[in-house]
T-cell receptor, first 109, second 114 residues
Framework: QKEVEQNSGPLSVPEGAIASLNCTYS??????FFWYRQYSGKSPELIMS????GDKEDGRFTAQLNKASQYVSLLIRDSQPSDSATYLC?????????FGAGTRLTVKP | NAGVTQTPKFRILKIGQSMTLQCAQD?????MYWYRQDPGMGLKLIYY???????DKGEVPNGYNVSRSTTEDFPLRLELAAPSQTSVYFC?????????????FGPGTRLTVL
């Protein structure tokens, strides 16, 4: 099992819809969780971090963490074409960070 | 502030050649990192540094070397280039180690080894 798994996509949603991105991780001891956005040909940029179970909201973005299920998700409300990018999930365990392969999101006008 | 800068942006190497990828940051960050990203994959950590003079291996260090003589600079050295090192290389920095602080990424270096 990969340490951090994401559906590669592409995930396609219409403009204004909710995009739901999922990530599972293999190690129950993982401590910190991040979502990065990466536009094609660009470097990653951090959009959300979450450390405890539950939801964390920041504008149109909500990160959800369920440590018992080893699952972290990112919801994007009112999706815009500018949200079209690859979203990378990253997990920290024992001071080591592991990235998933990313989910490619396309928001269609 | 320029943030994190990387040079060159693109490079083509022949098998067996050597080169140094440059990385610099002007944010006075202690922590610096080198990642590689293969097509359709996430980032893998090559090396990291917690301050001048201190470096350590990441997940995929083989074939690379680093040094950190100043807070600002963190060059990555490829000694004998191999086709498996064809990738996009990102340098990043943060004030504290990941988990408590945002990492700032440079624009990347696209390396092709033929």
């Amino acid at each position: 099992q990969k340490e951090v798994e994401q559906n590669s996509g592409p995930l396609s949603v219409p403009e204004g819809a909710i995009a739901s991105l999922n990530c599972t991780y293999s190690d129950r001891g993982s401590q910190s969780f991040f979502w990065y956005r990466q536009y094609s040909g660009k470097s990653p940029e951090l959009i959300m971090s979450i450390y405890s179970n539950g939801d964390k909201e920041d504008g149109r973005f909500t990160a959800q963490l369920n440590k018992a299920s080893q699952y972290v998700s990112l919801l994007i409300r009112d999706s815009q074409p500018s949200d079209s990018a690859t979203y990378l999930c990253a997990v920290v365990l024992n001071n080591d960070m592991r990235f998933g392969a990313g989910t490619r999101l396309t928001v269609k006008p | 502030n320029a943030g994190v800068t990387q040079t060159p942006k693109f490079r083509i190497l022949k098998i067996g050649q050597s080169m140094t990828l440059q990385c610099a940051q002007d944010m006075n960050h202690n922590y610096m990192y080198w990642y590689r990203q293969d097509p359709g994959m996430g980032l893998k950590l090559i090396y990291y540094s917690v301050g001048a003079g201190i470096t350590d291996k990441g997940e995929v260090p083989n074939g690379y070397n680093v040094s950190r003589s100043t807070t600002e600079d963190f060059p990555l050295r490829l000694e004998l280039a191999a086709p498996s090192q064809t990738s996009v290389y990102f340098c990043a920095s943060s004030l504290t180690r990941w988990g408590t602080d945002t990492q700032y990424f440079g624009p990347g270096t696209r390396l092709t080894v033929l």
